[in-house]
């Protein structure tokens, strides 16, 4: 079991930026993603990033907006997340697995999530 801690969500305006961070137990290397859940939604695919790095997936609401990266040496991945909305607010969640897709199944272990609200 990977233990993850997301960190780096709060306020921000419409148009701002944040970048969170997803710190992992584990050097071993995994597959992650992004999700995020807001009141009375499912959980909604952000962004995967495969162990080797060579292949990105966003969600279809991203539009560019968002980065999904990751510093080996540090165990860490981020999401940088740009121009963002009001409709961006959400739980994000860092997750990771053997396997990768673009819904939560493919994902074994999960942090315990970050919050970001967007104001108008």
């Known amino acids: 079991q990977v233990r993850l801690v997301e960190s780096g969500g709060g306020l921000v305006q419409s148009g701002g930026s944040l970048r969170l961070s997803c710190a992992a137990s584990?050097?071993?290397?995994?597959?992650y993603g992004w999700f995020r859940q807001a009141p009375g939604k499912e959980r909604e695919f952000v962004a995967a990033l495969s162990w080797s790095g060579s292949t990105i997936f966003y969600g279809d609401f991203v539009k560019g907006r968002f980065t999904i990266s990751r510093d080996k040496a540090k165990n860490t991945v981020y999401l940088q997340m740009n121009s963002l909305k009001p409709e961006d607010t959400a739980v994000y969640y860092c997750?990771?697995?053997?396997?990768?897709?673009?819904?939560?199944?493919?994902?074994?272990?999960w942090g315990q999530g970050t919050q970001v609200t967007v104001s108008s």
């Open positions: 584990s050097s071993a290397l995994r597959n």
């Open positions: 997750a990771t697995g053997t396997t990768w897709g673009t819904t939560p199944i493919y994902y074994d272990d």
